[in-house]
């Protein structure tokens, strides 16, 4: 077995690209507000706080910030699943922790963490999905994701366009947003401040079925998966990939320019190093 594998991504069967969809979107949601796509979430485990990880703007910016005073009324919903479904927090018993207030809308930082209390809630995401865990073995993961070698990069993320209403079981409508998973490359990586950033590209192909716009995008996940190969008698190589690593938050799109453009995310020293020291002190 070799254990840095490398194979470019159109050479990657399909087969096999779609057999590590299912491991990211165990730990993907998508945010609803005021009856609309706000934006894309991951599940995390911090210590031993529970909660959502996505964009500072997401939360605080558009038509309707999302109000946490103990007198609101104020709610998320949550989708999580294929089918149409509710799913609603109340945002007074959130605690909101943000990570990154944005000095632009294109520089950042733009982080920002949603606790759930234990209760009932909690328990019933706890039982649909996973939390990715970033106090754990969090040196060597930030390390994995700092090395551009013996791997390949997706984004997660829930995109407007590709929304519909559809109905529940009772008859009632229902907005339906899907999580996407797009496989990606690392275009470039730096640091300013306490926060590093990572920005990923994206080519627009009569194949890959891109979105025209990333709006709802904001928040979503960067994942890395490590890729191993084992070669077979015949000489060709059954591929291998091992679990994926949460590698970064995606905050900003860049202009379109002919066929590419690139998304902008906060990178892992943010993710193992920034956001434990804010929420653990």
């Excluded at 796509?37 to 909660?51: D, F, P, R, W, Y």
């Excluded at 927090?89 to 606790?115: M, N, Q, R, T």
């Excluded at 690593?245 to 998304?263: A, D, K």
């Amino acid at each position: 077995m070799t254990d840095r594998f490398q194979k470019p991504l159109g050479e990657m069967p399909p087969e096999f690209l779609e057999a590590n969809i299912q491991p990211i979107l165990k730990f993907c949601v998508t945010l609803l507000h005021a009856s609309s796509l706000a934006g894309s979430g991951t599940l995390v485990q911090c210590g031993e706080k529970h909660g959502i990880l996505t964009a500072h703007h997401v939360v605080h910016k558009g038509k309707h910030p999302f109000d946490f005073r103990y007198a609101s009324d104020d709610f998320i919903g949550l989708l999580f699943e294929d089918k149409p479904h509710e799913f609603g927090l109340p945002l007074k018993y959130l605690v909101c922790h943000d990570i990154g207030i944005p000095v632009s809308d294109d520089e950042g930082p733009d982080l920002v963490f949603l606790e759930i209390p234990p209760g009932e809630k909690l328990g019933t995401l706890k039982a649909k999905k996973s939390f990715f865990n970033l106090t754990a073995n969090s040196e060597n993961r930030l390390a994995y994701c700092e090395d551009d070698e013996g791997g390949f990069w997706a984004t997660s993320y829930s995109v407007e366009f590709r929304s519909s209403v559809e109905r529940m079981q009772d008859g009632l409508p229902a907005l339906k947003v899907p999580t996407w998973v797009g496989y990606t490359g690392i275009e470039k990586r730096y640091v300013v401040g306490e926060f590093d950033y990572v920005e990923v590209g994206i080519s627009y192909t009569p194949e890959n079925d891109m979105p025209p716009s990333f709006g709802g995008a904001s928040g979503g996940g960067l994942w890395k998966l490590f890729l191993s190969g084992v070669e077979r008698d015949d000489g060709e190589i059954d591929l291998k990939a091992g679990n994926p690593v949460f590698g970064g938050v995606l905050f900003y799109q860049t202009n379109r320019e002919e066929n590419r453009r690139s998304i902008r995310c906060h990178g892992p020293k943010s993710l193992y190093q920034v956001v434990p020291s804010r929420l653990l002190g």
